[in-house]
């Protein structure tokens, strides 16, 4: 029910967020998750249930239409477990399919005419 300002970017009929921005939203809620890297796989790690810190770096609004968004391999693991989502790379940062990671975090993501999207950690 808080309006918060991440960065998105719409590819396809998908809306991509930031993980770390996605953390930053979630942090103090049932869904909560830490973010991290393991640079022996290099890739993105989540550990939900725990506290994200912030970086200075979340919620910084809204897109820059001119950045380009790659495909990329990087790869996501929960708790251990690889994820099987899509990512883009775009100015250096993954940006993942908002419903690949609540499938993968336990939350839902919807959309209303009145709301807009919207995610529920009730569920």
Known sequence: GVEQNPTVYKI???N???IRD???V?????KQFSVGYDAEKQSVTAAPDQPYELTGTELAGAADSSQAAQASNDAIYVNGQRVEAEVYKID???YFKLRDLGAALGFEVGWTQEQ???IN???
């Open 26 to 30: 979630l942090n103090g809620t049932g």
């Open 121 to 123: 950690t009730e569920k």
């Open 92 to 94: 250096g940062s993954n």
């Open 12 to 14: 396809g009929d998908s």
């Open 116 to 118: 807009g999207m919207f």
């Open 22 to 24: 996605l953390a930053a």
């Open 16 to 18: 991509y967020f930031k």
